[in-house]
């Protein structure tokens, strides 16, 4: 039973590029969170979604980033026009359930280097 | 509010040594998790305990051990015998009965020195 993916690992863009990062959850599991963590800090939330949904963004900077988790697919967080603020690593978590049965799995990472 | 402190950012201590990570928490909800996860050097996050709020019983798993207390929101770990395999940066977390995201602290590097 694979775990949470994420693809790619390394991502390296210049100012002004576009940034995706991919995140496959588990098997079974329809709910995506992703985090974000910035040099020597830790992790803050972002963005929470269920398959098509957008269920809670407080954590998602207002201007140039965006994410979506379509019907079939994987979850992709989008940041668009980097800056060199938005080097961090990115993770994403998937659970089965939300609520009292909230069960976060962690993926390894995708770490932003903005040059 | 929901709040997680980490007061000790960095810990040294050399190898056999026990060392203890403190974890205070802050939370509205009488329902309520509190986890904790290990990142070593390589930057994934490994999960090392769920804890309700419901079940103030001490684990101990190994050498890891936590202290959950309700009367000072606190949620300890404590490694004993600490190795060099130890050095991380450990995350204290919340969530709440129907939240949907954690909660961390800023996080407390350990270094075990040999």
């Known amino acids: 039973n694979a775990g949470v993916m994420q693809n790619p690992r390394h991502l390296v863009r210049r100012r002004g590029q576009e940034a995706r990062l991919r995140c496959s959850p588990m098997k079974g599991h329809s709910h995506v969170y992703w985090y974000r963590q910035l040099p020597e800090e830790g992790l803050k939330f972002m963005v929470y979604l269920q398959k098509e949904n957008i269920i809670d963004e407080s954590g998602m900077p207002k201007e140039r980033f965006s994410a979506e988790f379509p019907k079939e697919g994987p979850s992709i967080l989008r940041i668009q026009q980097v800056v060199r603020g938005d080097s961090a690593a990115y993770f994403c978590?998937?659970?089965?359930?939300?609520?009292?049965?909230?069960?976060?799995?962690f993926g390894p990472g995708t770490r932003l280097t903005v040059l | 509010a929901q709040k997680v402190t980490q007061a000790q950012t960095e810990i040294s201590v050399v190898e056999k040594e026990d060392v203890t990570l403190d974890c205070v928490y802050e939370t509205r909800d009488t329902t309520y998790y509190l986890f904790w996860y290990k990142q070593p050097p390589s930057g994934e996050l490994v999960f090392l305990i769920r804890r309700n709020s419901f079940d103030e019983q001490n684990e101990i798993s190994g050498r890891y051990s936590w202290n959950f207390q309700k009367s000072t929101s606190s949620f300890n770990f404590t490694i004993t015998a600490s190795q060099v395999v130890d050095s991380a940066v450990y995350f204290c977390?919340?969530?709440?009965?129907?939240?949907?995201?954690?909660?961390f602290g800023a996080g407390t590097i350990l270094r075990v020195k040999s």
């Open positions: 977390a919340l969530t709440w009965e129907y939240g949907n995201k954690l909660v």
């Open positions: 978590a998937s659970s089965a359930e939300t609520g009292t049965l909230n069960e976060q799995f």
